[in-house]
């Protein structure tokens, strides 16, 4: 766990250096942790559905980019123990997502209500470029005990935000969408093992275009942020959707968790103006 703190802090030191060289609008960093329930079918592992418990970390940073744009990325790590509906078998997952996308956004305020001091109301929408690489091993099979899920999708992304203030406080209230349209995946051959697509080069078969209509890979998070005269906090529910594949060798995952993190807003200002001791 300290060795993945470690990582996540230098992406987004790389992150801030590269945004002081070129912006001067506020940034924003969503840190959370999230747990919960993960589902899992791989047709090349096992026929049967594991299900179990899952942990993971993840970092998301937005920052203004032109006017009504930003700019969003964000890095996410998981690991997770899912076992057979007869408890003898198991199955451990690594799955790391990553991606970068920008979102053009409409806002409306609505000032000098009584009920609070400030309300607004924000829509988003814009494309979103995102790599999924999720590792598997299964424990009973010595034949063909690893197998993997590997992606790159072209997305569109989507968000609505109610955001008020009352007093010496303020609160958002927020959903955001990610679904696939088109991009690539790993679909390797059900009778062929990692070894031998690997040395007698049948990489060509096993990576295929996809889109919407044969790769459905869909996430959903319903939050709300708690802004106090110090801190500012995030609690929300996750859900991701995935399957494609074929009926003789279908791939599915479903994931349902809780997520409690931490934000931070700050501002940079571009290293030529910066006054020297």
């Not at 945004?19 to 096992?46: C, F, N």
């Not at 999708?153 to 969408?177: E, H, I, N, P, W």
């Not at 942020?225 to 009926?247: A, I, P």
Request: contains cysteine; glycine residues 8%; aromatic residues 14%.
């Amino acid at each position: 766990m300290k060795r993945l703190m470690f990582i996540l802090s230098m992406l987004i030191g790389l992150g801030t250096c590269y945004a002081q060289s070129t912006l001067t609008k506020p940034h924003r960093d969503v840190l959370t942790v999230e747990y919960g329930g993960e589902w899992i079918m791989d047709g090349y592992l096992s026929p049967l559905v594991y299900d179990g418990q899952m942990i993971g970390i993840r970092n998301e940073w937005w920052n203004g980019w032109k006017e009504n744009w930003d700019r969003v990325g964000n890095l996410q790590v998981r690991g997770s123990k899912v076992l057979s509906e007869r408890k003898n078998n198991y199955i451990y997952t690594l799955d790391l997502q990553g991606g970068w996308g920008a979102m053009n956004h409409w806002q409306w305020d609505f000032s000098g209500k009584k009920i609070t001091d400030w309300q607004q109301l924000k829509l988003a929408i814009g494309p979103y470029l995102g790599a999924d690489i999720m590792l598997k091993e299964l424990a009973g099979n010595v034949n063909k005990p690893y197998s993997a899920d590997i992606a790159l999708d072209a997305c569109v992304m989507a968000s609505v935000q109610y955001a008020f203030r009352c007093k010496k406080t303020a609160y958002a209230v927020g959903y955001s969408l990610q679904m696939n349209m088109i991009g690539i995946e790993w679909l390797p051959d059900y009778w062929t093992s990692y070894y031998e697509v690997t040395e007698k080069v049948r990489l060509k078969e096993s990576i295929a275009f996809s889109h919407v209509f044969n790769r459905q890979h869909l996430q959903q998070q319903v939050y709300i942020d708690f802004q106090f005269l110090h801190s500012s906090w995030r609690v929300g529910l996750k859900h991701e959707y995935l399957t494609y594949g074929s009926h003789t060798m279908p791939f599915r995952r479903q994931v349902l968790s809780g997520c409690i993190g931490a934000l931070f807003n700050y501002q940079t200002t571009p290293a030529a103006v910066i006054t020297p001791f």
